[in-house]
């Protein structure tokens, strides 16, 4: 020992425990829980978060200038992986043509511009949601998002609304909370796994513990990347207690997320008590029996997980 130490121990009990600093007279640290971040601090931190795709976004763009097969062909290709992707998607069971598709331009051919653009969404969006998707709370949100897509795709021909844009929509309602579980996975996990099933306060809860919820996360982002209003508009409207008009664009998403849900495709942890009250706007879009959609979109489900 140094000769500093040995003085100290030297020392009687009492003049040693004189110079042990008194815990008292230290800063105490405040016990309550942290306030939850400000929602401005929530948006900068979405607003780091990488596009969605740049292809998919100029697909939306060359979409909306009646761009040529030819062009929309090589805007696609200009992408590797998400070339391999889209292709593999074609020739699904999810959204197989009835031949073999080979390649993009065939693809646009045999498929139309909207169906390939609608494949080129889907393959972006599994990009953006793999980081999240393993499991729990993360897999329950991809689960449930492509479930709104697919029943929104079946509710679009009776609210005569493009079945593309709808199938869109659907698939990107909940974009805001496959980026809050990018951003901030344990904390948001956690407050999932001990959600209930169609309980209307989680949004409130979500703003209470990370100072955004994932509808204003979701129409945020869209913004931010320049995708067309009516989507945005239907990301934001989704959750609201009273349902937009059933025929517009907003109404299908908000019915097709409920019905998702009532069919067992959903994200809290907790199953709720009792089956979900659906609102009468669903009826006039709807027909047939939930066991009966029910079945059709774990059989498009499967096939997609197949795929992956």
């Known amino acids: 020992m140094t000769s500093g130490v040995h003085a100290w121990y030297g020392k009687g009990l009492e003049a040693r425990l004189r110079e042990v600093p008194d815990k008292r007279d230290e800063p105490q640290i405040d016990p309550s829980p942290l306030a939850a971040p ?4 929530a948006m900068q931190t979405l607003g780091g978060m990488p596009p969605l795709s740049a292809v998919a976004i100029q697909m939306q763009r060359l979409a909306e200038e009646d761009t040529d097969m030819r062009t929309v062909a090589n805007a696609i290709s200009a992408d590797p992986g998400l070339t391999a992707d889209v292709l593999r998607l074609a020739n699904s069971a999810l959204f197989g043509a009835r031949h073999a598709v080979p390649g993009v ?3 646009i051919v045999m498929l139309g511009l909207d169906r ?14 793999s980081p999240a998707k393993s499991e729990g709370a993360s897999k329950r949100a991809w ?6 897509a697919l029943i929104a795709d079946e509710l679009s021909g ?3 609304i493009d ?3 709808a199938y869109t929509a659907g698939i990107l309602h909940d974009i805001g909370r496959l980026a809050m579980l990018r951003l901030w996975r344990a904390p948001y996990s956690e ?3 001990a959600a209930v099933a169609g309980d209307p306060e989680i949004l409130t809860r979500e703003r209470e513990t990370l100072g955004v919820d994932h509808a204003e996360a979701g129409d945020y982002l869209l913004r931010r990347w320049k995708l067309p209003p009516e989507l945005s508009t239907a990301v934001k409207r989704h959750h609201e207690e009273t349902p937009p008009p059933a025929r517009e664009l907003a109404g299908v998403v908000h019915s097709a997320c409920a019905l998702a849900d009532a069919i067992g495709f959903v994200v809290p942890g907790v199953a709720a008590a009792s089956a979900p009250e659906l609102s009468p706007e669903i ?3 709807f027909s047939g029996t939930l066991e009966d959609l029910q079945f059709r979109v774990a059989t498009r489900m499967n096939a997609l997980e197949v795929w992956l």
Not at 143 to 148: K, L, N, T, V, W
């Open 163 to 165: 079945r593309d844009t």
């Open 116 to 129: 390939v653009r609608t494949l080129v969404f889907t393959a972006a969006f599994m990009r953006f949601a």
């Open 105 to 107: 331009l065939h693809a």
């Open 283 to 285: 009826q006039p879009l």
């Open 158 to 160: 009776r609210a005569r």
């Open 38 to 41: 400000s929602r401005a601090a």
């Open 191 to 193: 407050l999932l796994d």
């Open 143 to 148: 689960r449930h998002s492509i479930a709104c």
